[in-house]
C-alpha cells in the first residue's frame, strides 16, 4: 500500500527556517504535494515536485528526493501567520484520481 | 473568480437521518473530489469525478454514503441514515482536470454532526 510520514508537530521561533520531512512508501510515484491548513481552514495548495531537486516560491520552498523516497518543505523567515498544519501528498497509483495526504505537521511559531 | 463553495456550512443532524452536502466547484473544473476530515485528522479520500463519471467509488465509507455529480459541475454528497461516527467536516475539491491532481481547490467545508 501507499503510506507518507511527517512529524505531528514542530515549534519554531519568529524569523527562524523550519523543515517539515515527508518519507513515503508507494509502489509508484508520480509527485510530492503540500498543502497548508489553518486551524478551521481549508486547505491550500503550495507546491508540488515532480522531479529531484528544490522548487522556490517565495519564503516556502519544497525539495524532493526520488532516490530516497522523501521530500521537505523549508519555511524561511518565519511569521505567526505560518503557524497551521502542513500536508504532504501524493497519488494513489491504483486510482488516478485519488491523493494520498499524510496526517499532517502542527507547526507553531512563537514570537 | 469565484472559489470552490460548499453548503451548508453547518449540519447538525439527528442519528438516522439522510443528510446532503452540496459543492459548487470552480468553473472550469472538469475534476471534482470528496474528502472527509475528522478532528486533528488527516483527510480521508471518498471519491472522486472526471466530469459526471466517477470512475472509483470504493473510497465511500459504507453503502450509507452516494455521491452525484450534474452537469459536469455541481456534486452532492449523501448520508444516509447517518450515524454518530459520520461527525466529521466534508470537504469538497476541483481542479482542471485529472491530470491536475496535484493542485486541487478546497471548498470551506461542512461541518457535520450527528446527534
Known amino acids: 500500500g501507499q503510506s507518507l510520514e511527517q512529524p505531528s508537530e514542530v515549534t519554531a521561533v519568529e524569523g527562524a527556517i523550519v523543515q517539515i520531512n515527508c518519507t513515503y512508501q508507494?509502489?509508484?510515484?508520480?509527485?510530492l504535494s503540500w498543502y497548508q491548513q489553518h486551524d478551521g481552514g481549508a486547505p491550500t495548495f503550495l507546491s508540488y515536485n515532480a522531479l529531484d531537486g528544490l522548487e522556490e516560491t517565495g519564503r516556502f520552498s519544497s525539495f524532493l528526493s526520488r532516490s530516497d523516497s522523501y521530500g521537505y518543505l523549508l519555511l524561511q523567515e518565519l511569521q505567526m501567520k505560518d503557524s497551521a498544519s502542513y500536508f504532504c501528498a501524493v497519488r494513489d497509483p491504483g486510482n488516478t484520481g485519488k491523493l494520498i495526504f499524510g496526517q499532517g505537521t502542527t507547526l507553531q511559531v512563537k514570537p | 473568480g469565484a472559489g470552490v463553495s460548499q453548503s451548508p456550512s453547518n449540519k447538525v443532524t439527528e442519528k438516522g437521518k439522510d443528510v446532503e452536502l452540496r459543492c459548487d466547484p470552480i468553473?472550469?473544473?472538469?475534476?471534482l473530489y470528496w474528502y472527509r476530515q475528522s478532528l486533528g485528522q488527516g483527510l480521508e479520500f471518498l471519491i472522486y469525478?472526471?466530469?459526471?463519471?466517477?470512475?472509483?467509488k470504493s473510497g465511500l465509507p459504507s453503502d450509507r454514503f452516494s455521491a452525484e455529480r450534474t452537469g459536469g459541475s455541481v456534486s452532492t454528497l449523501t448520508i444516509q441514515r447517518t450515524q454518530q461516527e459520520d461527525s466529521a467536516v466534508y470537504l469538497c475539491?476541483?481542479?482542471?482536470?485529472?491530470?491536475?491532481?496535484?493542485?486541487?481547490?478546497f471548498g470551506p467545508g461542512t461541518r457535520l454532526t450527528v446527534t
Open positions: 475539491a476541483s481542479s482542471l482536470g485529472e491530470t491536475a491532481i496535484y493542485e486541487q481547490y
Open positions: 508507494t509502489s509508484g510515484f508520480y509527485g
Open positions: 468553473s472550469g473544473h472538469t475534476a
Open positions: 469525478f472526471q466530469g459526471n463519471s466517477a470512475p472509483d
